[in-house]
């Protein structure tokens, strides 16, 4: 593929701090959305973006709007994907009128809630959904401005498709464990069994890729070059039967970035080890294995 190519691709799905200041200011401004969220202080995001976030931009609560409550003893998943009714009543609140309306993503992490944005959006039927490459870091680093001014858009008219991109059950990350190559996005520790879950391990045959590879030092992406050598020595490759979990269906949306960058779209197995792990009959693998 060549560099032109490359460039192309990743543009579809990743924007630099600097080339969205230029669409800010321009006739056809992308709907900018705040995806600050961390697991382990899950009410900080709110107070965070209203300390400051990028002119315009809005804030979406990742547990609330791009997730729904567990079902109890439903082995869904700590983060399942959000209704589809609901998911469109709050796009249209934050003004969103059309499938193909710019909107970019963006977070504190590295990208990873902004990425769960990233996927849930394309899932629902939105086609031109982009992350701030680099994240909240990325625009203050390029001396670009914050504010605390908060927009009220007028409310849209956005009508959602939904099932727009694949996903995975427990049955089939079993499967595709077996016959393909299986993803686990989550950091090594998680992977191997070795921290304090109740069930601690991974499905049998999944192999590690955690997320963090995925990014340079100043925590951009890496580029086309670096990530396809990266995952082909893992064999994820363009026509190979992939697919991706992490925790809690977050994280592994970074994964799933990061491959659509360089024109590899795979199925997410949604509700991850979460899931996969609250249900008593599913085995557990623990160590490391070549998948």
């Known amino acids: 593929m060549s560099a032109t ?40 995001g709110p107070a965070e973006y209203r300390d400051g ?26 983060r399942p994907l959000p209704r589809l009714a609901d998911l469109q009543s ?17 977070d504190d992490r590295k990208g990873t809630s902004a990425a769960r944005g990233w996927w849930v959006l394309r899932w ?16 203050t680093r390029a001396g670009l401005p914050l504010t605390t001014d908060v927009s ?11 099932n727009a991109l694949p996903q995975l059950d427990a049955d089939g990350a079993a499967a595709l464990a077996r016959r393909g190559v299986l993803v686990d996005a989550r950091d090594e ?18 192999l590690n890729l955690p997320t963090t590879g995925n990014l340079a030092s100043d925590g951009t992406f890496l580029d086309a070059v670096a ?23 977050v994280a592994a949306t970074h994964e799933l970035v990061a491959l659509a960058s360089i024109g590899i779209d795979v199925p997410l197995f949604v509700g991850s080890w979460s899931a996969w792990s609250a249900d008593p009959v599913r085995p557990v693998a623990t160590g490391i294995e070549q998948g």
């Open 5 to 44: 190519q490359d460039q192309s691709l990743r543009a579809r799905h990743l924007v630099s701090a600097s080339q969205l200041a230029e669409e800010l200011a321009g006739a056809r401004a992308p709907v900018l959305l705040d995806v600050r969220f961390a697991p382990n202080r899950p009410d900080d």
């Open 53 to 78: 976030h990028l002119p315009g931009a809005l804030y979406v609560d990742l547990p609330v709007d791009l997730s729904s409550e567990p079902v109890p003893s439903a082995h869904t998943g700590r």
């Open 90 to 106: 709050t796009l249209r609140r934050l003004g969103l009128n059309a499938l193909d309306q710019p909107v970019v993503l963006y």
């Open 124 to 139: 629902a039927g939105l086609t031109n959904v982009r992350l701030l490459d680099g994240a909240l870091s990325a625009w």
């Open 152 to 162: 009220q858009p007028v409310p849209g008219s956005i009508v959602l498709t939904g």
């Open 189 to 206: 520790a998680s992977y191997r069994g070795s921290t304090e879950e109740a069930r601690s391990g991974h499905i049998p045959g999944a």
């Open 227 to 249: 990530l396809r050598s990266r995952f082909e020595q893992a064999g994820l490759v363009s026509g190979a039967d992939i697919g991706i979990y992490c925790g809690s269906g």
